[in-house]
């Protein structure tokens, strides 16, 4: 079945360390996003990108870097400049940029120790 | 700066009750999408709609772009329906914006 898969579901840090979150669709999906949700909040744009090579900062991008060598694949790194890195992340995509129907992973959460 | 507001942000109801939950957007928007996040975490896309009314199953789901108001009904509801349910709107050519959800809790 077609669907986003995202790994790992829980995954602990030591303060300092660099982390990478896997994000893998097979929905022949352009673009793909990552979000950041933390508790009483709306999910915040980290990065997104519309095309292979090619991805945009959303509204939270310091501390993180993404890439984008397949459609298939965003990968996103949640690196030691993150200050507050302990979240629940979720990765999206969508036929096009901003259109039609948001399809989600099952989502990733970190926890800083 | 645009904002989403839900309201409720807690409901607790009993099983068979109809449930509506609101939504409320500042800016003109090209579709409103309402999202389910159960409690393992995941999300899936329950509506985008830019008028009028979507229904599916038990969830129906309004709009009114002249108001800027979204609704979410739930009839009958049951313990299943227990989840977060987020709307959000999509500026057009823009990003989305994301309420902060509404934690509900059916009762059987």
């Known amino acids: 079945d077609g669907g986003i898969t995202q790994s790992p579901k829980y995954l602990f840090r030591k303060e300092g360390q660099n982390v990478t979150l896997s994000c893998e669709q097979n929905?022949?999906?352009?673009?793909m996003y990552w979000y950041r949700q933390d508790p009483g909040q709306g999910l915040r744009l980290i990065y997104y990108?519309?095309?292979?090579?090619?991805?945009q900062k959303g509204d939270i991008a310091e501390g993180y870097s993404v890439s984008r060598e397949k459609k298939e694949s965003f990968p996103l790194t949640v690196t030691s400049a993150q200050k507050n890195p302990t979240a629940f992340y979720l990765c999206?995509?969508?036929?096009?940029?901003?259109?039609?129907?948001?399809?989600f992973g099952e989502g990733s959460r970190l926890t800083v120790l | 700066k645009n904002e989403v507001e839900q309201s409720p942000q807690n409901l607790t109801a009993q099983e068979g009750e109809f449930i509506t939950i609101n939504c409320s957007y500042s800016?003109?928007?090209?579709?409103l999408h309402w999202l389910q996040q159960h409690p393992g975490g995941g999300i899936v896309s329950l509506f985008m709609?830019?008028?009028g009314k979507k229904k599916h199953g038990r969830l129906i789901a309004t709009i009114n772009i002249q108001e800027k108001h979204s609704s979410l009904h739930i009839t009958a509801s049951h313990p299943r329906d227990s989840a977060v349910y987020i709307c959000?709107?999509?500026?057009?050519?823009?990003?989305?914006?994301f309420g902060a959800g509404t934690i509900l809790r059916v009762k059987s």
């Open positions: 990108s519309q095309i292979v090579n090619d991805f």
């Open positions: 709609l830019s008028s």
């Open positions: 929905l022949n999906h352009d673009a």
């Open positions: 800016v003109g928007i090209s579709a």
């Open positions: 959000a709107e999509e500026e057009y050519g823009n990003k989305l914006v």
């Open positions: 999206a995509s969508s036929i096009f940029k901003n259109t039609g129907e948001l399809f």
